[in-house]
């Protein structure tokens, strides 16, 4: 072939691989395109783990590397399925107004909320307080769900252990003060939630529990505590964030423990204590409720499990 009618060919073989790319108007570039009205996330115990980039070629190329969070990973032992939870964070978002860092107008109160309608609260908003506002310890509703940031309790209170199937929970009291100096009334402690939120709850002992009625001694993340427990579940059954276990039972997500439940859930089982060789029945043995590295004063929880 000549050169002559070789260059025309290829021509059309350069056109033909190379798809033909329509101009933008103004002269815009798609690669800088951003929307300002996207909400802002913060990051909360439960919430999707982040990743980071590390440099690992000599070109400069990057790989992705996530973080699962929790205590400890899983190495296939005892503990959580992958990992535990992660605690909650050690401070509030800061803010002038108060542990929730927005002042809202009068008739309005700040409420956490899940911005991206996910099941985390991760942002924050001002609500209207209800017109026959719920105290703390009385039953309260949700609007939409458990995480949309409007109830029916009172300024300073959350509608907290939301059953999703009712919207019914109970009103929580949130810590008073700001940074290092939230208190709450005498006989509660103040335990940080998804987003750093402060609640007033009951301490307790999972192995000798003295919760009120209808609460239970449930793992916040960090600590125990005496919560409502809507919809709870009895042993052996499937547990999860949204599904508590009945007074006297703990969610453990194990893969030693089977009990029909799904990837992400857990199974209800009975609490003990690994310092005593006889805390289980029969066959079964105590084994530590979490994985590798327990919170110091957690050391001495365990679950019963076959051996």
């Known amino acids: 072939m000549s050169p002559r009618r070789a260059a025309p060919l290829l021509v059309v073989l350069v056109l033909g691989c190379n798809p033909m790319v329509e101009p933008l108007e103004n002269g815009s570039d798609s690669s800088s395109s951003s929307s300002d009205d996207a909400p802002s996330s913060?990051?909360?115990?439960?919430?999707?783990?982040?990743?980071?980039?590390?440099?690992?070629?000599?070109?400069?190329?990057t790989t992705e590397a996530t973080d699962p969070g929790g205590y400890e990973e899983d190495d296939g032992g005892t503990g959580c399925t992958f990992t535990c939870p992660d605690p909650p964070p050690t401070t509030p978002p800061p803010g002038d107004g108060g542990w929730c860092g927005?002042?809202?107008?009068?008739?309005?109160?700040c409420m956490p909320w899940a911005n991206d309608g996910g099941m985390v609260w991760n942002s924050f908003r001002c609500s209207p307080i209800d017109n026959d506002p719920d105290a703390p310890g009385e039953p309260c509703m949700v609007e939409g769900s458990a995480w949309s940031g409007i109830d029916t309790c009172e300024e300073?209170?959350?509608c907290?252990?939301?059953d999703p199937k009712t919207n019914m929970g109970v009103c929580q009291a949130a810590c008073a003060g700001t940074g290092d100096?939230?208190?709450c009334a005498d006989g509660f402690e103040c335990t940080l939630f998804d987003a750093g939120v402060p609640l007033c709850v009951q301490g307790c002992e999972v192995l000798a529990p003295d919760c009120?009625?209808?609460?239970?001694c449930t793992f916040t993340g960090g600590d125990l505590a005496c919560l409502a427990v809507p919809g709870a579940v009895p042993l052996g059954e499937p547990c999860g964030p949204v599904i508590p276990c009945e007074p006297g039972a703990l969610c453990s997500f194990d893969p030693v423990v089977s009990c029909g439940n799904e990837l992400g859930m857990?199974?209800?089982?009975?609490?003990?204590?690994?310092n005593d060789p006889m805390a289980c029945m029969g066959p079964e043995v105590c084994v530590p409720w979490f994985p590798l590295r327990p919170p110091p004063e957690l050391a001495y929880l365990g679950f019963c499990a076959a051996p």
């Open 160 to 162: 907290f252990q939301v």
């Open 102 to 109: 927005i002042d809202c107008p009068e008739g309005e109160k």
């Open 181 to 183: 100096r939230l208190t």
């Open 42 to 61: 913060s990051s909360s115990t439960g919430a999707p783990a982040a990743s980071s980039s590390s440099s690992d070629g000599a070109d400069g190329s």
């Open 266 to 274: 857990g199974c209800c089982t009975e609490p003990c204590d690994l």
């Open 156 to 158: 300073d209170a959350i």
């Open 212 to 216: 009120p009625p209808s609460q239970a």
